[in-house]
């Protein structure tokens, strides 16, 4: 019989604790001791050798650092969110609020240097301003008839958005043309969240790309949402689930993918003048 989706998750992250463990005990650190070299309590040391807290990215590098296995790092990592993330159903993961689900990004943001994003239908959730999110999830929560706390989420949300303003982060962003008409807020938020694509995509450290629908020729045809972190993690965005590969074939797979939308955009004044044209036809 084949395992639970739930079962296969914890064998995934016991098999990456015990990993973690074993360099710990080849470094011939005490469980305290590696604590002191990460500059974390020493329950958090055991919680995680236990497979009951799961590591993040910066706890993972720490880790093996602090044990002398940086060559671990990547393996570890891609091991770790493939644990995390073999099937994750929306309507289980928005079960304690949708403020909560947000929150539960922060970390994955602040870890990764390099993010690529594509979105043939919504602007990107880190360049929604908070109108423009309030009305998206609770569209969200009422699809997945979970309690409405929208605008708890949406205020975590641009929260979590400050991301963008830090140093050591790039952002690719690609969406359609059409995610600039797609009218799933009032006007008065459409406006200001078309306003706002204005001001964050002029950011130096973000590339803002939009495909626009009168392209006569596409090199490939509008895909499903998807976001690739680093290069080691790959989000899906389903209408039941988040898919997140980190197969690297079928990360390199999305990041061709990615590479041939993001020719077919077009970016500085001629983006620009795409969403003036829409903010305009709001009126």
């Known amino acids: 019989m084949a395992k639970s989706p739930s079962s296969s998750a914890q064998a995934a992250r016991e098999n990456v ?23 974390w309590h020493h329950a958090k040391t055991s919680r995680i050798e236990n497979a009951r807290t799961p590591p993040s990215p910066t706890d993972i590098r720490l880790w093996c650092r602090a044990t002398g296995a940086a060559e671990e790092i990547a393996d570890l990592i891609a091991a770790s969110q493939h644990a995390e993330s073999l099937y994750r159903e929306w309507r289980q993961r928005v079960r304690t609020g949708l403020a909560r689900l947000q929150e539960s990004y922060a970390e994955l943001y602040r870890s990764t240097e390099l993010l690529r994003v594509y979105s043939p239908v919504l602007v990107p959730g880190l360049l929604q301003t908070e109108g423009y999110a309030r009305a998206v999830l609770s569209s969200s929560a009422r699809l997945h008839e979970v309690p409405d ?19 050591g982060h790039r952002f690719l962003f690609v969406i359609e043309e059409a995610v600039l008409h797609y009218q799933l807020a009032g006007a008065e938020e459409m406006a200001a969240q078309l306003g706002h694509l204005l001001t964050v995509g002029a950011l130096p450290q973000v590339s803002f790309g939009i ?13 499903e949402t998807f976001s690739v972190w680093d290069g080691t993690l790959a989000a899906v965005e389903l ?12 990360i390199a797979l999305y990041l061709k993918a990615f590479e041939q939308l993001r020719s077919m955009a077009v970016y500085g004044a001629e983006s620009r003048s795409l969403i003036v044209r829409a903010i305009d036809a709001l009126s």
């Open 17 to 39: 604790a015990r990993r973690l463990r074993e360099l710990r005990r080849n470094a011939d650190l005490t469980v305290t001791e590696l604590a002191n070299e990460c500059g």
């Open 211 to 223: 495909i626009p629908s009168a392209t006569r020729e596409r090199v490939l045809w509008p895909q």
């Open 239 to 250: 209408v039941s689930a988040e898919v997140n590969i980190t197969q690297p074939s079928e």
């Open 149 to 167: 706390d929208a605008a708890q989420a949406a205020a975590a949300r641009v929260r979590r958005s400050q991301v963008i303003h830090e140093p």
